[in-house]
T-cell receptor, first 111, second 118 residues
């Protein structure tokens, strides 16, 4: 069963604008990760936030986590055409090292 | 070259045939994973392995077989391919988290194999 659900499914913005993607999950987690997938490629890890953290930054990325609402958001500031990709959240639960991925948000950044 | 590779990158086969997808990583990561990616489903875990000779089922294991005789290789076999197994397959690997299981495990993905079953 899918643990994470991203919202929106697709997002189209212009270069320079901010992009916000949301992820909701169902069960308690150890950490939540965001991955990017360019068309025809494998996934690339972007950022991880632990269950005891509320916000994390990495370059133009900002991730928030609200464990009470079982949700996370990924903000990409000052977007670029190269940010065009699909973005997936993934949750780690329990003691195994298995991740459960959401269905993804397709981001299109136009010039 | 260091990294994680998959072969073949593209494969067309017929229903009922046996197909093996290969995955090789050069980092000596303990964990390896197989996912399938389908529209509307995101990535779903098929099988994973915590170390050589240790494998376990994921969310969608039916119709697949894995083995892990060496740390660096994790082949996925479709014993009798079906049309529903048409998908893009990704292999991934990760280290044992320094803080113990569940603490941190960034996964590194291969480029994928696009499999079509006719």
């Amino acid at each position: 069963s899918q643990q994470g659900e991203e919202d929106p499914q697709a997002l189209s913005i212009q270069e320079g604008e901010n992009a916000t993607m949301n992820c909701s999950y169902k069960t308690s987690i150890n950490n939540l990760q965001w991955y990017r997938q360019n068309s025809g490629r494998g996934l690339v890890h972007l950022i991880l936030i632990r269950s005891n953290e509320r916000e994390k930054h990495s370059g133009r990325l900002r991730v928030t986590l609200d464990t009470s609402k079982k949700s996370s958001s990924l903000l990409i500031t000052a977007s670029r055409a190269a940010d065009t990709a699909s973005y997936f959240c993934a949750t780690l639960t329990g003691t195994a090292s298995k991740l459960t991925f959401g269905t993804g948000t397709r981001l299109q950044v136009t010039l | 070259d260091a990294g994680i590779t998959q072969s073949p990158r593209y494969k067309i086969t017929e229903t009922g045939r046996q197909v093996t997808l290969m995955c090789h990583q050069t980092w000596s990561h303990s964990y390896m994973f197989w996912y399938r990616q389908d529209l509307g489903h995101g990535l779903r875990l098929i099988y994973y392995s915590a170390a050589a000779d240790i494998t376990d089922k994921g969310e969608v294991p039916d119709g697949y077989v894995v083995s892990r005789s060496k740390t660096e290789n994790f082949p996925l076999t479709l014993e009798s391919a079906t049309r529903s197994q048409t998908s893009v397959y990704f292999c991934a690997s990760s280290e044992i988290p320094a803080g113990g299981p569940g603490s941190y495990n960034e996964q590194f993905f291969g480029p994928g194999t696009r499999l079509t079953v006719l």
